[in-house]
């Protein structure tokens, strides 16, 4: 079946460390893949996402690369910010009767001044 | 554009009580769902609607029905709540059923705590 597997969190960095959120995933036919972030008492927003093999999604200094051979789609940040700290969420969409995202169980991140 | 908005934020009922989750879009999307937010789970899929007058069921469907009688609106009704309830509801939407990369726009969500 279709499953996305993220790294267990908190990950606790210090303000301008080098970001990494391993996610990886299990999916039939051609996915899109997606990463959303979850600020404090609010709703899911959409971060990035990339729809094909080598595409990269991009936004607010995050990056993430759709490699098709490794079935990942890591989440990177050159130097994290304080503001940054929030809930992620890496998710797949695939061509089915329901259309829904699958989620995985999300990574908190903790960003200390 | 409002977005997807819900009602209420928050919401203790007592075990047996009925309720609706209130979710409403003003974005003309076509697709609308309901995940629910557990801790270590991420978020399941409830119900979901392709347009006015079609609902079908998600991975997590039992004790929860929906009805979607407008483009704009789709609400969530508990029958009769339950302890394993208690969670944070989100409601979202998409304006395509048909492209898998369309982005799904989510509500700030609904907590809910049942005794």
């Known amino acids: 079946g279709n499953s996305v597997t993220q790294m267990e969190g908190p990950v606790t960095l210090s303000e301008e460390a080098f970001l990494t959120i391993n996610c990886t995933y299990t999916?039939?036919?051609?996915?899109?893949l997606f990463w959303y972030v979850q600020y404090p008492g609010e709703g899911l927003q959409l971060l990035l996402k990339?729809?094909?093999?080598?595409d990269k999604g991009s936004n607010k200094g995050f990056e993430a690369t759709y490699r098709k051979e490794t079935t990942s789609f890591h989440l990177e940040k050159g130097s994290v910010q304080v503001s940054d700290s929030a809930v992620y969420f890496c998710?797949?969409?695939?061509?089915?009767?329901?259309?829904?995202?699958?989620f995985g169980s999300g990574t908190r991140l903790l960003v200390r001044p | 554009n409002a977005g997807v908005t819900q009602t209420p934020k928050f919401q203790v009922l007592k075990t047996g009580q009925s309720m609706t989750l209130q979710c409403a879009q003003d974005?003309?999307?076509?697709?609308m769902s309901w995940y629910r937010q557990d801790p270590g789970m991420g978020l399941r899929l409830i119900h979901y609607s392709v347009g006015a007058g079609i609902t079908d069921q998600g991975e997590v469907p039992n004790g929860y029905n929906v009805s979607r009688s407008t483009t704009e609106d789709f609400p969530l009704r508990l029958l009769s709540a339950a302890p394993s309830q208690t969670s944070v509801y989100f409601c979202a939407s998409s304006y395509s059923i048909r492209e898998v990369q369309e982005t799904q726009y989510f509500g700030p969500g609904t907590r809910l705590l049942v005794l």
């Open positions: 999916a039939t036919g051609y996915p899109s």
């Open positions: 974005m003309n999307h076509e697709y």
């Open positions: 998710a797949l969409r695939v061509v089915d009767s329901s259309y829904k995202l699958i």
């Open positions: 990339a729809t094909k093999a080598d």
